[in-house]
């Protein structure tokens, strides 16, 4: 866009939105000291000892790990590092790890829907929206848990939990988790401080009238500076490919902008009159899209949509905002292409030896997506 002259490179820097990439990186980096401290490695044996060989009790307490973790930290760090305990537990019990894998992305995606950190498509939308880290718990949160319990309920119905068949790949040996040095696993409880501190200054953000993205930096400056862990393993934390990606797609919906292509797209929704029906076209439309296209750049192509019908239609307010969350978290467990912590379980099974492919993801997937669906209608048309 840039070397076409789509957009000069001043407008380009201008359309990328600062506040969110500090936001992400911070989260990034907070979880990835988290890690070398041992936070996760802690949780799965602890989930493993509790679980006592039965296995739908293992399943159900990964699931409720997994979803209140990516409430409050970045769910795509959250399942890469608790997907190995996972599988290692199901192997310890010979039985088939992918179910686990399974259940435990769609909790990461719907966990993640709790707050305005714990999903990249929130971060996008609490921004664009001015909701507050608070505001936007408000809104979601009842919403996450309802989608959860949901799940919860019709789980065994959807999964059940084979024996542990012959892995088709052995390129890659499991090992044992690997030891924490003690030098880092003592500094554990002061990182744990260290993020309730965090969370608590979102919680109070329009008090302090802080940016969401300067207190993730704080909090991961505050951690580095406690921790002080090794910079080449936290280096291998930060997901700069998806950094990179968030910098791309702004540049990209900022050219749509000045362009006139967002102004075209608004104008033909509003001209439909869709009236009190469009907060559910908007979550169904979204949830469509989001199951067969990562949910970030279609929430990201959504966002200058959705500002300029509210606009043109001010009677429009904060149910379209609500909907587009609801879309992309529910869309995102569709297939295994909907949503980042998806592609990263699937890399994570083909390294153990496991196919997770797209027609049994789907399986499983679509009939969350269409039970979540009905689910996020309802608390929609009622709540707002």
């Known amino acids: 866009m840039v070397l076409s002259g789509v957009v000069s490179v001043d407008a380009a820097i201008r359309s990328v939105?600062?506040?969110?990439?500090?936001?992400l990186t911070g989260m990034m980096v907070l979880v990835g000291v988290l890690g070398e401290a041992g936070l996760f490695v802690r949780?799965?044996?602890w989930a493993r000892a509790w679980a006592a060989g039965d296995g739908w009790r293992l399943l159900w307490v990964f699931f409720g790990i997994t979803a209140a973790i990516s409430a409050v930290l970045d769910n795509v760090?959250?399942?890469?590092?608790?997907s190995p305990a996972l599988m290692q537990a199901a192997e310890g019990m010979d039985l088939d790890p992918v179910p686990f894998l399974m259940a435990e992305v769609a909790a990461s995606n719907l966990g993640g829907l709790a707050t305005l950190i714990g999903d990249p498509p929130n971060i996008l939308i609490g921004t664009a929206a001015h909701l507050s880290?608070?505001?936007f718990v408000r809104y979601l949160a009842p919403a996450a848990v309802l989608l959860l319990v949901g799940v919860a309920i019709v789980l065994p119905r959807l999964i059940s939990l084979a024996p542990r068949p012959l892995p088709q790949d052995r390129r890659v040996t499991i090992h044992p988790i690997e030891p924490v040095p003690s030098a880092q696993a003592r500094k554990l409880p002061g990182l744990l401080a260290t993020l309730a501190a965090m969370l608590a200054a979102f919680m109070f953000q329009q008090v302090l009238g802080v940016a969401a993205g300067v207190i993730a930096v704080v909090g991961a400056l505050g951690a580095l500076g406690y921790a002080r862990p090794p910079l080449r393993p936290l280096m291998r934390m930060v997901d700069w490919g998806t950094l990179g990606f968030f910098l791309g797609i702004f540049i990209l919906v900022g050219a749509l902008e000045s362009t006139g292509v967002v102004n075209e797209i608004a104008g033909i929704l509003t001209l439909s009159h869709p009236g009190r029906w469009l907060p559910l076209m908007i979550l169904a439309g979204a949830a469509l899209f989001s199951a067969f296209f990562d949910n970030v750049p279609l929430v990201a192509a959504l966002i200058p949509i959705l500002n300029h019908i509210m606009a043109q239609s001010p009677s429009f307010g904060i149910e379209l905002w609500v909907a587009l969350a609801l879309g992309a978290a529910i869309g995102g467990n569709g297939t295994v292409i909907g949503a980042s912590p998806n592609v990263v379980v699937q890399g994570l099974a083909r390294e153990y030896g496991y196919r997770l492919n797209f027609r049994r993801f789907?399986?499983?997937?679509?009939?969350?997506?269409?039970?979540?669906?009905?689910l996020g209608g309802l608390y929609l048309s009622v709540c707002f």
């Open 77 to 82: 760090t959250t399942v890469l590092l608790l």
């Open 17 to 23: 939105n600062w506040d969110t990439m500090m936001l």
């Open 133 to 135: 880290f608070m505001q």
């Open 362 to 374: 789907a399986g499983f997937g679509l009939r969350v997506a269409a039970l979540t669906l009905l």
């Open 43 to 45: 949780l799965g044996r």
